[in-house]
Structures are given as structure tokens and as C-alpha cells.
């Protein structure tokens, strides 16, 4: 019984998924909560995982990290008002509790575990889906401005409202579905990976292209297959160039833009200003926002602000909540899981999803998005014997 309601749980969390940042709720305080995150703290109460806790080779990192993010967080708070610190702690929850989900599909029976690959190919389709039907329906997002979304104009940014992220997402799972493609030479996969790699195409994301790119090109250098390459480059970049010619003409389909990159330019210096304050522990995990207000980074505004909670930067966003020393406890995690055996088939596919989202996270925060972080915490559960 108690299995069969860990996967109905988890089977609910794929089905809720599809619906993004749609289904969210924001709190005046500056707190939000996601349909996802409900999914996820129920999937993960449900399981039992005890053994398998013990047993599963991430327990020892993804321990040291939380247990460092705990200490910074704890020592913070005599910086914090008591609303400030249990909003921090609402964060570093989160992330335990997306981490959860890995533990919690690695205790999954294998025979359920073996059709988890399907799910999650219906389940990245749908997101896809929605992005093609926004995309021509909804391409505009300026009205929403007033709720704190980006105005993005003409660009896929499906249920994620944001191009940069849902172009992260798509590359994410065009690896995944292009791995199963290449062992399974399934047309139904081949079409749906063509299928994606368009939809990355009209997010105009060049965050989301560069992650492209090197996820393919990590992919095919593993697999032996290095004369694709080339030919993998080629036919994105006509593909970029079709979308750049027939799709509307804004300021965020144009890719030689340079106003985002200008933007992540002071973000940057805030997020390097609040580590070298506190270069050991960091300002707490995760009470950026709270430093930024403190140290007079913060630009007020009478819209809410979704990023206001972080910084671009993945890796700086870790070192200024976390220092030096949560910086490299989350290496460390990331370390263990680069190394998966090589042996196993999803290797190639993590490996290459986590260098690119390596190399993403450098332009936004993708590392601790939640959906991202959901997308890689399966992936990397149901790749554990």
C-alpha cells in the first residue's frame, strides 16, 4: 500500500509540473509558493526512505551542504528581523525538500523507476507544447510586468514566463530525449527531440543556446560520435537564423542585444560586494535579499521583483549566502555526482547536463531554480541503481 501511494504522489508531481510558475501564489512579504513545491513536500513525506537514506551515494554531500547552509543561516539571524529569517528559512526548506525528491525516487521500486523515462518525456512534451501555444497565442508579457515578470516580447517562454529559464528547461530535456534517441533510434523520440531543439530556438535565449551548444557537444564527445558535432552546429545555427528572419522583431529577439548583458553586470558586483563582507559563511542561506536592503544594494520598486531573492550568478549567489565554505561543500555535491559510473547509461546525459547548466547558471540563477532543480534531482534519483 505505502508503495503504491509514493507513486501516486510522484505521478501527481509529474502531472503538476507542466503548469510552471502559472500556478503560484505571492505573498506580500516577498514569499511565494508553488503548486510544485505543495507536490513536492508530499512526495517526499510519503516516501520511506530510510535505508535507502543511508545507502544512496549523494546522503554525505547533500548533508554537508545542508548542514552548512543551516550554520549560516543560523549565525545570520542576529542580522535579520524574525519575518526576514523565517522567509530565509522558507528557502533553505525548499531546497531540502527538492533535494528530498531525489532520495525519495531513489526508494521507488525498480519496476515503477523503469517507466519514470516516459513520464518525464510526456511531461517535458506538454511544456514544450504549452511554449508553441504561447508563442503564437500569448507571445506578450508586458501586462504581467506589474506582477514582477520580465516584459518579454515574441519569445517562447511557456508556462515558465521566462525564455531564459523554459530555454534552460529545453535543453535540459532535449539531452535527456536525444540520449534515449540514440540508444533506442525511436522515431517518436527523434521527432520530439527536433521538436525541442525548435522551441529552444524561439526562446531567443543566448543563455539557453551557449547551454545548448556545450550540453551537445559534451553529449557527443562521450559517446564517441565527434563528427556530429560539427554537423549539430551547423543545423542550430540555421535554425537560429530562420527564427531571427521570419519570427516579429523585438528588443529580445534581438541577439546582438546588450541590455541584459549590461544588467548582469551590477548584479554581479552586488553579489561579490556581499561575499567579501562575509567571505566564510556568507550572509545565510538564503537571505540575499535581506543583505542587499542592508548594504544598500537594492534598487526600490513599486512592482514586486522575482529576482529579487538572488543573483544571476548561480555560483555567487552560493558564495554570498554560504561563503567560501558553502561554496565548496556545493562543489563538493556537484563533484559526487559528476561521478556517476561511467557504465551506466544516464552518465553521458547527466554529465552533459550538468556542465551545461554549469555554464548557464553563470547568466542566471538556473542551479537553484526550482523546476530545474525538480528536472536534474529525478534525473539523477532514477539513474541510481
Known amino acids: 500500500m505505502a508503495k503504491r501511494i509514493k507513486e501516486f504522489f510522484f505521478i ?3 502531472f503538476i509540473f507542466p503548469l510552471g510558475e502559472i500556478a503560484r501564489i505571492q505573498f506580500q512579504n516577498g514569499a ?13 513525506l510519503v516516501s520511506v526512505f530510510r535505508k535507502k537514506f543511508i545507502t544512496a551515494r549523494l546522503t554525505k554531500p547533500v548533508l554537508v551542504f545542508v548542514f552548512v547552509a543551516t550554520i549560516s ?13 523565517f522567509i530565509s528559512a522558507l528557502y533553505l526548506l525548499r531546497w531540502v525538500a527538492y533535494a528530498g525528491v531525489y532520495f525519495s525516487v531513489v526508494s521507488l521500486g525498480e519496476g515503477f523507476k523503469k517507466k519514470i523515462p516516459a513520464m518525464l518525456v510526456a511531461m517535458g512534451a506538454i511544456i514544450a507544447g504549452f511554449g508553441f501555444v504561447q508563442y503564437f497565442l500569448y507571445p506578450d508579457l508586458r501586462n504581467l510586468y506589474y506582477l514582477g ?6 519569445r517562447l517562454f511557456s508556462s515558465f514566463l521566462d525564455p531564459n529559464f523554459a530555454g ?6 532535449f539531452l535527456f530525449v536525444f540520449g534515449l534517441f540514440v540508444k533506442s533510434r525511436s522515431l517518436i523520440y527523434g521527432f520530439i527531440s527536433v521538436l525541442s531543439l525548435i522551441a529552444i530556438a524561439l526562446t531567443f535565449s543566448r543563455s539557453a543556446y551557449l547551454m545548448f551548444f556545450v550540453g551537445v557537444f559534451v553529449f557527443l564527445f562521450l559517446q564517441g560520435k565527434k563528427k556530429l558535432i560539427l554537423i549539430f552546429a551547423v543545423l542550430f545555427i540555421c535554425l537560429i537564423s530562420i527564427v531571427s528572419m521570419v519570427g516579429l522583431k523585438s528588443e529580445g529577439t ?42 544598500g544594494l537594492s534598487v526600490d520598486s513599486k512592482y514586486p521583483n522575482h529576482a529579487a531573492a538572488g543573483t544571476d550568478n548561480s555560483f555567487l549567489f552560493v558564495m554570498a549566502t554560504t561563503g567560501i565554505i558553502g561554496l565548496l561543500s556545493y562543489l563538493y555535491l556537484w563533484f559526487k555526482i559528476l561521478s556517476f559510473p561511467r557504465k551506466n547509461f544516464y552518465s553521458p546525459i547527466i554529465i552533459s547536463s550538468s556542465v551545461a547548466l554549469f555554464v548557464d547558471s553563470l547568466f542566471i540563477n538556473s542551479l537553484f531554480y526550482p523546476f530545474i532543480m525538480l528536472w536534474m534531482w529525478i534525473l539523477i534519483g532514477i539513474a541510481e541503481d
Open 12 to 14: 501527481i508531481l509529474l
Open 32 to 44: 511565494a509558493i508553488m503548486a510544485t513545491d505543495v507536490a513536492v513536500a508530499l512526495f517526499v
Open 73 to 85: 543561516l543560523i549565525i545570520s539571524l542576529a542580522n535579520l528581523k524574525p519575518a526576514e529569517g
Open 149 to 154: 515578470w520580465d516584459e518579454h516580447l515574441y
Open 168 to 173: 534552460a528547461f529545453l535543453a535540459l530535456y
Open 254 to 295: 534581438n541577439l546582438l542585444r546588450i541590455t541584459s548583458t549590461e544588467a548582469r553586470i551590477p548584479s554581479a558586483k552586488n553579489a561579490l560586494t556581499i561575499f567579501e563582507k562575509n567571505p566564510i559563511l556568507g550572509v545565510g542561506f538564503n537571505a540575499y535579499e535581506f543583505a542587499s536592503r542592508r548594504y
